[in-house]
């Protein structure tokens, strides 16, 4: 009895362990389970580390960012370093490399020209560079693309520029006039004679500073008024009139096509500016007896209305410069029609300002069509597209009679 008693014993316990151990195998390989289950979400959505992190904001700024080694060597740079050209084959750009030098000799940031010394297409034209020490002989370049703060720079140059000298000639011109008027006075017909040019480029001169008015207030330094409907035909009845002593002085024929009965949303006597504007640079540029039309259309979601001239025609080369403040094809014809220069400009922006804009056609001996182009009243998102600007000479055939 005592040795079956002993051997069921170890029986039992035999059968507990073996009992026990597949119970443990099978909750460690559930355990394992889970733990995986767990394991794999976190693996898909793990937080990048910090120099992972770090890398992203290298890579995507928008600067061009360039690290350099003690040896000039590029460690490491993002594409728009490349653009900038502060890195070209894996190089550094030579004077990013000698700021670099200087910046590791004394230890303070300094700043470097990039700019391309040569036209490179449609790359940046002008790039300033922060070089700045990072510790044991390494720099960071970080270079922007300054072309439209250079070109914006020029641009006010020459426009203060343009103005003063615009401004002196009618002046000097004034103050010589009245001197002759002085030394005259005793001959009525020559103090009539410079009193009427004394009078010509006074109102000339008015005529500028009227004008460098409206364009600064078209260009941001006056709020616009409130947008109303405006009638089209209305705006090119009033236009013509103002046009008409201009056309008679010049022996020039205006002719326009019937009412349409459009309306545009806009104000109306910055839309008569710059239809004068254009009808005006017609006559100015059109030889005598010639004729200029006025003709407006529905197109899609625009209304249109074209100035055709049967003038001297632009030059390729100049057709998009003839809209700059100051710009004259013919500087010497302008002069002497006492234009401005700023005529084109002004109603470029008015139309800008009324969501439009203005197009311009043009052949050399053939004339120019200079086009209008306003949203129709109530569109919210006119189409972009329309038909090809018409040739002067289909203008000219639909227009009715002359004004």
């Given at each position: 009895?005592?040795?079956?008693?002993?051997?069921?014993?170890?029986?039992?316990?035999?059968?507990?362990?073996?009992?026990?151990?597949?119970?443990?195998?099978?909750?460690?390989?559930?355990?394992?389970?889970?733990?995986?289950?767990?394991?794999?979400?976190?693996?898909?959505?793990?937080?990048?580390?910090?120099?992972?992190?770090?890398?992203?904001?290298?890579?995507?700024?928008?600067?061009?960012?360039?690290?350099?080694?003690?040896?000039?060597?590029?460690?490491?740079h993002n594409a728009r370093a490349?653009?900038?050209?502060?890195?070209?084959?894996?190089?550094?750009?030579?004077?990013?490399?000698?700021?670099?030098?200087?910046?590791?000799?004394?230890?303070?940031?300094?700043?470097?020209?990039?700019?391309?010394?040569?036209?490179?297409?449609?790359?940046?034209?002008?790039?300033?560079?922060?070089?700045?020490?990072?510790?044991?002989?390494?720099?960071?370049?970080?270079?922007?693309?300054?072309?439209?703060?250079?070109?914006?720079?020029?641009?006010?140059?020459?426009?203060?520029?343009?103005?003063?000298?615009?401004?002196?000639?009618?002046?000097?011109?004034?103050?010589?006039?009245?001197?002759?008027?002085?030394?005259?006075?005793?001959?009525?017909?020559?103090?009539?004679?410079?009193?009427?040019?004394?009078?010509?480029?006074?109102?000339?001169?008015?005529?500028?500073?009227?004008?460098?008015?409206?364009?600064?207030?078209?260009?941001?330094?006056?709020?616009?008024?409130?947008?109303?409907?405006?009638?089209?035909?209305?705006?090119?009845?009033?236009?013509?009139?103002?046009?008409?002593?201009?056309?008679?002085?010049?022996?020039?024929?205006?002719?326009?096509?019937?009412?349409?009965?459009?309306?545009?949303?806009?104000?109306?006597m910055l839309l008569v500016t710059?239809?004068?504007?254009?009808?005006?640079?017609?006559?100015?540029?059109?030889?005598?007896?010639?004729?200029?039309?006025?003709?407006?259309?529905?197109?899609?979601?625009?209304?249109?209305?074209?100035?055709?001239?049967?003038?001297?025609?632009?030059?390729?080369?100049?057709?998009?410069?003839?809209?700059?403040?100051?710009?004259?094809?013919?500087?010497?014809?302008?002069?002497?029609?006492?234009?401005?220069?700023?005529?084109?400009?002004?109603?470029?922006?008015?139309?800008?300002?009324?969501?439009?804009?203005?197009?311009?056609?043009?052949?050399?001996?053939?004339?120019?069509?200079?086009?209008?182009?306003?949203?129709?009243?109530?569109?919210?998102?006119?189409?972009?597209?329309?038909?090809?600007?018409?040739?002067?000479?289909?203008?000219?055939?639909?227009?009715?009679?002359?004004?």
């Open positions: 009895m005592p040795h079956v008693t002993l051997l069921a014993s170890v029986l039992s316990a035999v059968a507990a362990l073996l009992v026990g151990g597949a119970a443990g195998l099978l909750i460690g390989r559930s355990r394992s389970r889970e733990a995986g289950r767990a394991r794999r979400p976190r693996d898909r959505h793990a937080v990048p580390t910090l120099a992972e992190l770090l890398q992203r904001v290298f890579r995507s700024a928008g600067g061009g960012t360039a690290v350099l080694g003690p040896s000039g060597d590029v460690v490491m490349a653009e900038l050209g502060v890195v070209r084959d894996g190089r550094p750009d030579a004077r990013a490399w000698a700021a670099c030098q200087q910046v590791l000799a004394d230890g303070l940031a300094c700043e470097v020209d990039l700019s391309p010394l040569e036209y490179r297409g449609r790359r940046p034209t002008a790039v300033v560079a922060t070089v700045r020490p990072l510790g044991d002989g390494f720099t960071v370049v970080e270079a922007a693309d300054t072309s439209d703060v250079v070109r914006l720079e020029a641009t006010r140059r020459d426009f203060v520029a343009n103005v003063s000298h615009e401004l002196k000639t009618p002046v000097g011109a004034v103050g010589l006039l009245a001197e002759a008027v002085l030394d005259a006075a005793d001959d009525p017909a020559e103090v009539h004679r410079f009193a009427t040019k004394i009078l010509r480029e006074s109102t000339r001169l008015g005529s500028l500073v009227t004008e460098l008015i409206a364009l600064s207030r078209l260009t941001g330094a006056e709020k616009l008024p409130e947008l109303a409907a405006v009638d089209v035909d209305d705006v090119v009845e009033e236009s013509l009139a103002r046009a008409r002593l201009s056309a008679e002085a010049a022996k020039i024929e205006i002719t326009v096509d019937e009412p349409t009965g459009l309306k545009v949303d806009g104000d109306r710059a239809l004068v504007n254009l009808v005006e640079n017609a006559i100015a540029y059109s030889p005598a007896e010639a004729s200029v039309s006025v003709t407006r259309r529905l197109a899609g979601s625009w209304i249109e209305v074209a100035v055709t001239d049967r003038g001297i025609g632009i030059m390729p080369e100049h057709q998009e410069r003839v809209f700059e403040r100051f710009f004259r094809v013919d500087p010497a014809r302008s002069r002497a029609t006492g234009g401005t220069g700023l005529g084109l400009a002004i109603v470029k922006h008015v139309l800008a300002n009324h969501g439009g804009e203005v197009r311009l056609w043009s052949r050399l001996g053939t004339g120019s069509t200079f086009t209008m182009r306003l949203p129709v009243r109530g569109a919210d998102d006119p189409e972009t597209d329309s038909p090809e600007l018409p040739d002067p000479a289909d203008d000219l055939g639909r227009a009715g009679g002359p004004t």
